[in-house]
């Protein structure tokens, strides 16, 4: 067996520490700990090598149990619903692939979302488990996303970003801004909101940062450019709302809309419209620009 422990993060695993119990298998103890989730589905997973050991091996469902075990295993999602939109492979080669993403599609499994998201999409297209998203935007947000396709040159990829040597271009649609004097530079802490899959501003030093400039004016709408320096959750539709121009559509900013489902007729107008930086392997400069437009 190789000595080497199991990347979850790279293979898409969710990663588990048995808690304490007197359970006398695994098996019993992931029954007890998901009790949404039945021993029929627990079997089948372990049947299909969907439970892996802290190597990555598959384990039988009746190694015994033990405090502390490290074990992996994969989410999912019975009956999930379909979510019916496209994504599109703008380009691909072996160590990067650059997707761009509809409205409406998560770009990793969370909550109810585990097949229908952009990834497991594109390692079913592209046949590469390896494939790893070097950054993230939001369900609601449409357009580009990189991912690493190489374990071996992940890393040069990944450094891109909390190094700040890529440039991030996003378009955004809302309520006009008269009144400012654009373009500007928005800075702000945010923080944890309420509910809790908000993000809100507060007190303390910025730890986020946004140039904002008018792209093109609409009667009571403009079309705004936003260039986002950090990349903090939901920085840019937070942003826009203590603007005073929530971003048209948005179901979180600047009020939830309670029980609101998703109306495909009436995406979030926000797009990551262009990423442009110098490729850390070649040294090229990589542009690509989504192909998705934001209507009126």
Known sequence: MSTQLFNAAEHQASTLFLPPGDWPTVLECLCEH???????QWLDRFARGRVLDAYGAPISPLLAYKEGLRIHYFREVPNETPIPVQETILYADEHLVVADKPHFLPVTPA???????????????????????LHRIDRHTAGLVLFSANPASRSAYQSLFPTRKIEKRYEAIARALPELELPLVHK?????????FRMQEGPGASN????????????????YGLYPVTGKKHQLRVHMAALGAGICNDPFYPEVIKDAVDDYARPLKLLAQGLRFADPLTGEERVFESCISLDW
Request: glycine share 6%.
């Open 111 to 133: 909550g109810e979302y585990v097949e229908q998201t952009l990834l497991r999409r594109l390692i079913r297209t592209l046949d590469n488990p390896n494939l790893v998203p």
């Open 34 to 40: 998901f009790r949404a989730i039945s021993r029929e």
């Open 188 to 196: 702000s802490r945010l923080v944890d909101g309420e509910p809790f």
């Open 208 to 223: 986020t940062e946004t140039r904002v400039e008018v792209c093109e004016k609409n009667g009571d709408l403009w079309r």
